[in-house]
């Protein structure tokens, strides 16, 4: 694999990884100053948590990649 594709799987999986703290953090500040702790989250705080998953098992994905290509 060239030099070029791992430089840009790492890039990619720490942009992942970061976006994914990002929107985990976010969401859950969100949640928590929207009313009282204990009631039904909303369908965009579960989206975001969703999000924030999928953002973390990509990052995962694209380092085993990287690993696996070389």
Do not use: H
């Not at 909303?42 to 696996?68: E, H, P, S």
Request: glycine residues 10%.
């Amino acid at each position: 694999m060239p030099p070029t594709f791992k430089a840009l799987a790492s890039i990619s999986a720490w942009v992942l990884f970061i976006f994914g703290w990002v929107n985990l953090l976010g969401s859950m500040w969100g949640y928590l100053s929207s009313g009282p702790i204990g009631k039904t989250p909303a369908f965009d705080f579960v989206g975001l948590w969703a999000l924030a998953a999928a953002c973390f098992i990509l990052g995962v994905v694209a380092m085993k990649l990287r690993q696996t290509l070389e």
